[in-house]
Structures are given as structure tokens and as C-alpha cells.
């Protein structure tokens, strides 16, 4: 009779450790297979140091960071650089890929934008990490759709940007 309870009673508790030892490791494969961006890395603060390392940067827009398998972080965004950067930008992006790698991440795609006053509709450069700001002679209320405010200007958090009208 106990012989019979044996064997059921034996898989059930080889189950149970079998679903507590491997919880860890089925949660990180998770984490990975949805592209979560990684414990150890603030996207916000990355962003704010990316910005202060390297004065020649504008804006940064459309960062994302995320785990290609448990030991590499890879990381994509888009800069936005002054016009008259485009010849250096090679050696420029060297030097961000160094920074990235410090920062533990092994892989960064960076795409470059520049700006040029001269050509846009923007006749001064906003002296903040947004680029977008309503016009005061706008009817419409246009706040609500840029990523900064009239009454606050630090934009460091918004994925977007534009020109000053």
C-alpha cells in the first residue's frame, strides 16, 4: 500500500523543487524574451550623463536598452548633432561606443541627425535638451503635444523634439 503512494508522492515533491530551483532561471528568460531594459541600467540617468560626457549632443531621442541574452546589453538611439559635426562624426562615434561600453552595454547602434539653424525654421537653438517649444504667438494650446512645457523646460525625459518657431 505505501509503495503504491510511493512513486506519486516522490514526483510531486521532485515537481515542487523542480519548479522552486528553476523559478530564477525561467524568470530571466522571460525578462529576455520580452526585451525589458536591464535591473542594473537607469535609462533616465544614462540619458542625463550621455548628455553632460558629451556637450557636442543636442538631444537624445528614441533610447532603448534592452538584454540580447544574459550577458549582453545592447542599447539604440537617435542624437542629434550640430551641421558642422558630420565630418567627425566617425571618430565622435568611436568615442560614444567606448562610453556605452564602460556602462556595460557591449553593443549601441547610434544614429546620427544634425541640425542646422541656417536651414530650418529655427533662427536660435533652445538652450535645453528639447528642442520642441510651443510658439508665444500660437492660438491653439500646443503643450499638450510637445514634449516640453511653457513653464517647464527640462525635457531630458521626452522622446521627441523639434524646432523653436
Not at 548633432?81 to 552595454?105: C, E, H, M, N, V
Amino acid at each position: 500500500m505505501i509503495a503504491n503512494l510511493f512513486d506519486p508522492i516522490f514526483g510531486i515533491i521532485s515537481a515542487v523543487l523542480f519548479c522552486i530551483t528553476l523559478y530564477p532561471e525561467i524568470k530571466d528568460t522571460g525578462l529576455i524574451l520580452l526585451q525589458t531594459v536591464p535591473e542594473n541600467i537607469n535609462v533616465g540617468r544614462l540619458k542625463k550623463n550621455i548628455l553632460k560626457e558629451f556637450p557636442i549632443i543636442l538631444n537624445i531621442h528614441d533610447l532603448h536598452i534592452w538584454c540580447l541574452n544574459a550577458s549582453r546589453i545592447v542599447a539604440s538611439c537617435h542624437i542629434i548633432l550640430p551641421k558642422q559635426s558630420t565630418k567627425s562624426f566617425a571618430q565622435f562615434s568611436q568615442l560614444l561606443d567606448t562610453y556605452f561600453r564602460k556602462q556595460g552595454i557591449v553593443l549601441a547602434t547610434v544614429q546620427p541627425e544634425f541640425y542646422d539653424p541656417n536651414t530650418s525654421s529655427a533662427n536660435q537653438l533652445i538652450p535645453i535638451s528639447c528642442l520642441m517649444k510651443c510658439s508665444k504667438l500660437s492660438n491653439t494650446n500646443c503643450d499638450s503635444f510637445t514634449c516640453c512645457s511653457q513653464e517647464n523646460n527640462d525635457c531630458l525625459d521626452c522622446d521627441d523634439y523639434s524646432l523653436m518657431d
